[in-house]
């Protein structure tokens, strides 16, 4: 059995997502609702629960002032063990936040699927020993450039921060992603490469093959030879589909 609070102040959308929670997440018990970080602050403490369902925005501020205040309040090791779903109307900001630092969110209304998914995902967090402070990366992104932002990639055994700059390039393996960094060892995380190619393109990565995404600053040259193939720093060499070769030159004019 898992325990749970909701942090929500829609009274409507409150009363709906403890009926959808009851009814598809029995393993879930829920312990306490409120609709403010003061209130949330205090009975996160005092509860302690292993999950925490918590709105985007409350009536006296954000969840990610709410955030700030957990992290000052509670030692490390429980501000560690926190497990938050977020849920929020449609933000893209606020989601591509989330979706860098790999944590769990839920759009409204609740679908039921969603929320089961994010329960079990909650479930097996439970498990993991070890893992970085996805919500220490949650807040220090919201305040950092986007040359110094960092992106929390998950896999079956960790969670590794990366530097998104240090990224060279990601390769597709069937439903799978392949990362290539400037000194760390590959990383294969679950997820396709059209997922990253939507995150990462405005940090200047351009998907240049199907198979392919590479970080422009990380491109040596463009060689002629052949049907032609980008020539990384690192050495490798990435091929370019017929389809994007003109789209891709004229980017590589421009670095």
Do not use: W
Request: glycine residues 4%; aromatic residues 8%; contains cysteine.
């Amino acid at each position: 059995m898992l325990s749970a609070v909701i942090i929500e102040d829609e009274k409507k959308f409150l009363s709906a997502f403890k009926s959808v929670l009851g009814t598809n997440c029995p393993e879930v018990k829920l312990l306490g609702d409120c609709g403010s970080i003061g209130e949330a602050r205090k009975m996160i403490a005092d509860i302690k629960p292993d999950i925490i369902f918590l709105d985007i925005q409350l009536s006296d501020g954000n969840a990610f002032d709410l955030l700030k205040l957990l992290d000052s309040d509670l030692p490390r090791a429980d501000f560690n063990k926190l497990c938050i779903i977020f849920t929020t109307a449609f933000n893209q900001f606020a989601i591509q936040a989330f979706r860098f630092s790999a944590v769990d969110y839920l759009l409204k209304p609740i679908i039921s699927e969603e929320l089961k998914e994010a329960v079990e995902k909650a479930k097996n967090l439970k498990l993991v020993k070890g893992n970085p402070n996805q919500y220490k990366v949650l807040l220090d992104n919201m305040s950092r450039t986007d040359s110094e932002k960092k992106i929390c990639l998950s896999t079956m055994n960790e969670v590794r921060i990366c530097p998104v700059e240090e990224i060279t390039r990601c390769e597709s393996e069937h439903n799978y992603t392949k990362f290539y960094f400037v000194k760390d060892k590959s990383l294969m995380v679950s997820k396709t490469l059209k997922d990253y190619e939507d995150l990462l393109r405005e940090f200047g990565f351009e998907r240049v093959h199907q198979s392919h995404l590479v970080n422009l600053k990380h491109i040596k040259s463009y060689i002629k030879k052949e049907n032609g193939f980008i020539l990384m720093k690192d050495g490798t060499e990435v091929p370019i589909s017929r389809r994007k070769k003109e789209h891709v030159l004229e980017i590589l004019k421009k670095l």
